[in-house]
């Protein structure tokens, strides 16, 4: 993960902090000052291990639905990932007495908590045993959300494209309700439209990915000293 940095001026591999899945502790002592919400990552890791890419966002598109009563519902094709029935994380339920209350995943046991919610209650993937999660996204109240993806790419794919829904859902709600129409005229997904359109992640991803590779290479913002 990057040191505590803004991601964009992350430039170098020293830039970069590798910590351990067990307990999100940095390999190398000396390594500079880290996330806080490390746990978020390790423990997601730690809990499926078919999961090999974690994002978590503070997207403001996205806040609106972690804090009022309108789901989140995937209403474009490139969004099907998200699903029906998208969990939200309240902390203030998993508090400890000793905790910080400022909504930050500040140690394991919040992160391991949180790591639940991509389970569905009764599922298979409730197991201990279990390597993949039911959802791929988890929302978190007042705070952002976090999406599990099978790489790196995928993860950054999904937080990119659950973020664009966001904004597109919360335009089609305005416009269903400038119009006098209600919540239910707004065209979501179907049922039996999920499970496809889900499964475009796999190969969707790799086009998007070179665009955006191509866009950082072409900013001044982004500074890379390695290759």
């Known amino acids: 993960?990057?040191?505590?940095?803004a991601p964009a001026n992350v430039s170098s591999p020293k830039d970069l902090v590798q910590y351990r899945v067990v307990d999100a502790s940095p390999v190398d002592s000396n390594s500079p000052p880290g996330y806080v919400e490390r746990y978020i990552h390790s423990e997601i890791y730690k809990r499926f291990p078919e999961v090999?890419?974690?994002?978590?966002?503070?997207?403001?598109?996205?806040?609106?639905y972690t804090i009022t009563s309108s789901?989140?519902?995937?209403c474009i094709h490139m969004a099907g990932f998200i699903g029906r029935d998208v969990p939200v994380f309240d902390i203030s339920k998993h508090y400890a007495l000793d905790d910080v209350r400022d909504l930050l995943i500040r140690n394991a046991r919040l992160g391991g908590e949180l790591a639940e919610y991509l389970s569905k209650p009764g599922s298979a993937s409730t197991s201990a045993s279990s390597t993949a999660p039911d959802h791929s996204i988890v929302l978190m109240r007042g705070h952002g959300y976090t999406v599990a993806g099978s790489s790196p790419e995928d993860a950054i794919y999904r937080a990119v494209y659950a973020r664009e829904n966001a904004a597109i859902q919360t335009t089609s709600l305005g416009l269903a309700h400038f119009s006098g129409g209600k919540d239910t005229?707004?065209?979501?997904?179907?049922?039996?439209?999920?499970?496809?359109?889900?499964a475009m992640v796999q190969t969707a991803w790799s086009r998007a990915w070179g665009l955006w590779r191509r866009e950082v290479e072409a900013?001044?913002?982004?500074?890379c000293d390695e290759e």
């Not at 005229?185 to 359109?197: F, P, S």
Request: glycine residues 4%; charged residues 30%.
């Open 219 to 223: 900013t001044e913002l982004y500074k």
């Open 185 to 198: 005229e707004v065209q979501y997904l179907r049922d039996d439209e999920l499970e496809d359109t889900g």
């Open 52 to 64: 090999n890419g974690v994002i978590h966002s503070h997207a403001p598109e996205i806040i609106p």
């Open 1 to 5: 993960m990057p040191r505590n940095t």
């Open 71 to 74: 789901l989140l519902r995937p």
